[in-house]
């Protein structure tokens, strides 16, 4: 993908996200994300099929960000300029989330929030299925894996909306303090 459109899919994507902020998806025209984002109606045609496409798009983008991230220790956005990276995925995951890149808590808070909560879920299952579940397994063999996969997603993502709600005034490594508290003696 070229510069130029790389611009183009950063404005479609800036303008949705605003309007998500705005108003619920299922309100969200295809016109209304052409004019925010000053683009033309082919143009956006180009860049995504459908409305649904560019919310998949932006979802991949937003939680693949992310979720890379958290695996990939040595991506840290200055995050830890003192040099103390948290041993913790799910505390490198909640630093990400802190630093609200794209406006992510915004979403995961919004009238159309189920959506991105879906896909925030989604997401971590891959993540605790190749980074977690696997190698911490010792208690509890009896229970299926996926069951155990979902169960800490569902409870990480409702720990992230407790967060948000609460007004977000715990730092990432005593939340990470919480959830490990609460999930580590299932594994």
Same mark, same amino acid.
């Given at each position: /993908?070229?510069?130029?459109?790389?611009?183009?899919?950063?404005?479609?994507?800036?303008?949705?996200?605003?309007?998500?902020?705005?108003?619920?998806?299922?309100?969200?025209?295809?016109?209304?994300?052409?004019?925010?984002?000053?683009?033309?109606? *082919?143009?956006?045609?180009? &860049?995504?099929?459908?409305?649904?496409?560019?919310?998949?798009?932006?979802?991949?983008?937003?939680?693949?960000?992310?979720?890379?991230?958290? /695996?990939?220790?040595?991506? *840290?956005?200055? #995050?830890?300029?003192?040099?103390?990276?948290?041993?913790?995925?799910?505390? &490198? #995951? #909640?630093?990400?989330?802190?630093?609200?890149? &794209?406006?992510?808590?915004?979403?995961?808070?919004?009238?159309?929030?189920?959506?991105?909560?879906? %896909?925030?879920?989604?997401?971590?299952?891959?993540?605790?299925? *190749?980074?977690?579940?696997?190698?911490?397994?010792?208690?509890?063999?009896?229970?299926?894996?996926?069951?155990?996969?979902?169960?800490?997603?569902?409870?990480?993502?409702? /720990?992230?909306?407790?967060?948000?709600?609460?007004?977000?005034?715990?730092?990432?490594?005593?939340?990470?303090? %919480?959830?490990?508290?609460?999930?580590?003696?299932?594994?």
């Amino acid at each position: /993908m070229d510069r130029r459109q790389q611009k183009t899919r950063a404005a479609i994507f800036a303008a949705f996200t605003d309007l998500l902020a705005e108003k619920s998806y299922s309100k969200i025209t295809v016109q209304d994300i052409i004019d925010a984002a000053n683009v033309g109606r *082919t143009t956006f045609y180009a &860049h995504f099929e459908t409305k649904d496409d560019l919310l998949k798009a932006l979802c991949e983008e937003l939680f693949g960000h992310i979720i890379s991230s958290a /695996m990939d220790c040595t991506h *840290t956005h200055g #995050l830890y300029s003192n040099g103390n990276a948290p041993e913790s995925v799910f505390c &490198h #995951l #909640l630093q990400h989330l802190q630093e609200n890149d &794209h406006n992510i808590l915004g979403l995961l808070s919004c009238e159309s929030s189920e959506i991105f909560l879906r %896909y925030f879920k989604d997401s971590l299952n891959g993540l605790i299925q *190749t980074q977690f579940v696997p190698q911490n397994r010792r208690a509890n063999p009896d229970i299926p894996p996926d069951f155990l996969i979902n169960h800490i997603s569902g409870s990480f993502v409702e /720990m992230v909306l407790w967060w948000i709600r609460g007004g977000r005034k715990q730092p990432p490594e005593e939340l990470d303090r %919480y959830f490990r508290a609460v999930i580590e003696p299932i594994l």
